[in-house]
Nanobody, 123 residues
């Protein structure tokens, strides 16, 4: 129903920057909140950032002031700009999105997750 394609991970030195992208495709009426979680080595999965369809954002405490999430509703795509990266930002980043599948009342909803993209920050 909803598929997410992630791109943009990689290896970067501490202090560097990366941008992740997450594009939703498939059969749906609208894509609502989009965001990323991450899971570092030996750590639990944690929320990184999210953005609603009308642009309201939320960030995890550890990334506030360094990461910026944005989206292009016309392309059903969200972006995560990561600046001032630290070794502790290393992990697999998973995009997620909530969708209304039809325009019904109430509409059926679906939550999709991407396959994950590796971000490695070297010290």
């Amino acid at each position: 129903q909803v598929q997410l394609a992630e791109s943009g991970g990689g290896l970067v030195q501490a202090g560097g920057s990366l941008r992740l992208a997450c594009e939703a495709s498939g059969s749906f009426f609208s894509i609502n909140t989009m965001g990323w979680h991450r899971q570092g080595p030996g750590k639990q999965r944690e929320s990184v950032a999210s953005i609603t369809r009308d642009g309201r954002t939320n960030y995890g405490d550890s990334v506030k002031g360094r990461f910026t999430i944005s989206r292009d509703n016309g392309r059903n795509t969200a972006y995560l700009r990561m600046n001032s990266l630290k070794p502790e930002d290393t992990g697999v980043y998973y995009c997620h999105a909530g969708a209304y599948l039809t325009s019904g009342n109430p509409p059926p909803v679906s939550t999709a997750w991407g396959q994950g993209t590796q971000v490695t920050v070297s010290s």
